[in-house]
């Protein structure tokens, strides 16, 4: 009898993916550039790429000349359609942000049986464009594997879909394929110098790519949603206060004007100071700022709310693994734990100690994992940032010493 493969395909639906995304990359006009030492390798082989937009694996594995499983957070799966699909493409789920050998094993399954692996190592899409710092047990990972890797640049992803936005643009990305290691060079490298080389495979920066192009972007929604990557204003710094629409957001609090041009460029509207031309530079200024903001509350021992986000609909995961709505609550950070005051049941409250993970997801909704139980937090506005909680609790981690907890991307 022969084995069970691990993580089976459905032919039926990768020709159909496959169809789609023919359709995709001629429509967005998505350009590849493949050197014949990638064109030419034969599996299995790590694909590692950076990650930016939803639609990165689907487009990453489809200019490869063999199918790749990649690897996804198991948040994903509990959407019905694209669990469906995932399945069906031989997806291989992983627990976000926590340390998950099951995941290992799957993945040295599918290299053993001679099939590619794909892994966004930045373990998350980055908000800015600009590739995010990654954990160095990759480095460990590709040691063990003992197969060639294939780095994969999407290049101006972050432009035709940042992660912020609900709706694609116009915009001619560039995925550049390099072969990073050979299996040789895997087999002679120790982990610590292939995690070094890969950091600088990896590297890319989407604001000097768009700087070296200068191709306008065709849309005419290219601030909407951005409240969802840059929640604190620089001019007065509220939290959370930006209101968007079409090409323009502005601070509620101190009405602080942008205007985002036909390039994805800042410029102040009205008089006053410019104080970031792209979102970049803002970002990297936030979560600085925002850190030294949790920070200073953790060390001068603060006992009231470090900041509330009010009216937010709370769903849990029931015995089969679907996510029901609790009730509509206020959600509270203090220095040992998150709080959900519901307006009609007893409140919910999530320790940092017990606190598993906590990270934002597809449209910004924020999945918590409390006691093996899994939770998800939504805004009943718009603008309402998911990223803020991922930085405040991961910079209340590092203060209570629980590192093991943090995610690598966050720069504390």
Known sequence: MSQKKAYPTSLAIRLLVHLLFTSFTRYYKVKKQLPDEVKN??????????HVG???????????PYFTHFVSSDAVFRNPLLRFFLTR?????KKKNMRDSQVIRDIIAVINQGENVGIFPEAV????????PMDASIGKLIKMLKVPVVVPILKGMNILNPRWAYALRSYPMIIEYKLAFTAEQVKELSADELF???????????????????????????AEHIGHTLYLCPECNAIDSFRAQGNDFHCSTCNYE????????????????????????WFLWEEKEFVNYVRAKYQNNFQEAFYTDIDMNVFKNDASGKLKAIGLADVSLYRDKIKIDFKKKEALIFNFNDLQTI?????????VFYNNDAYRITGTRP????????VAVNTIWNEMGLTAKMAPYIRV
């Open 196 to 222: 070094d080389g890969l950091t600088n495979a990896m590297h890319h920066d989407d604001v000097e790519f768009q700087k070296s192009r200068m191709i306008k972007i065709k849309s005419k929604k290219r």
């Open 258 to 281: 942008i205007h985002v041009d036909e390039y994805g460029f800042y410029s102040r509207k009205g008089e006053g100071k410019l104080h970031f031309e792209n979102a970049r530079d």
């Open 125 to 132: 899409r980055n908000w800015s464009g600009s590739t995010s």
């Open 383 to 390: 603008g309402v940032s998911a990223l803020k909680w991922e």
């Open 54 to 64: 939803f639609w990165d694996p689907f487009v990453a594995g489809y200019f490869l």
């Open 89 to 93: 493409l031989g997806t291989i789920p």
């Open 41 to 50: 390798l034969k599996s299995p082989y790590l694909v590692l790429a950076n």
């Open 359 to 367: 990270n934002p997801q597809t449209k910004e909704r924020l999945e």
